[in-house]
């Protein structure tokens, strides 16, 4: 007999939905188990798990410029509205970050809190209020000034030094009550 009844059995087809359940899995373990590919591995495990904006700070130091830079925009006369928008955006976002920047150094958690501290507070100033107030964006500045005073410090110390120090803000004295 040339043609074989066995596939209306109940074991034939088991077998034909074997077959088809390879025929299936195979193609699709390859593109899962392949990836889509085309792109470099990330950096560091951060970079893995954050899309990094190109206004992200690489380190304090990094910080104090772009949030000086986002200031002198939001001030600048010339500049329109988008401009502005753009400005004001990022440098709330910026504020928001710096914490987490902070963390990635050698500052311990004394030194890190009133950093924490100062963008917590700095953040709900904005969300309360529609746009910064001029006495806002020079507390900005001033906070600016002591990330990069932070960052020189640590860039010139051995971290296990860094760490005994106090930096907290009760240590150093300051012209005014609300800056970190």
Known sequence: MMFD???NTVAGRQRSNF??????????????????GGSDPPATLHD???S???HWPLDLLDARE???????????????????????????????WIPEVAAD???GEMQ????????????????????????????????AEELGEIGQRLAQIEPADWAEQDHSPESRSHDTEDSP
Request: proline residues 3%; glycine residues 4%.
């Open 5 to 7: 009844r066995g596939s």
């Open 19 to 36: 077959y088809r359940l390879v025929a299936w899995l195979i193609p699709w373990s390859l593109l899962v188990f392949s990836g889509c």
């Open 48 to 50: 893995a798990e954050h």
């Open 52 to 54: 990094m904006p190109a």
């Open 66 to 96: 772009k949030l000086l830079e986002r200031v002198k925009r939001l001030r600048d006369a010339n500049a329109n509205l988008e401009e502005r928008a753009t400005a004001d955006k990022q440098l709330v976002e910026i504020i928001g």
């Open 105 to 107: 150094t050698d500052l």
């Open 112 to 143: 890190w809190n009133p950093i924490y501290g100062f963008s917590e507070a700095l953040s709900a100033t904005r969300r309360s209020a529609s746009s910064w107030r001029d006495a806002d964006l020079e507390r900005i500045e001033q906070w």
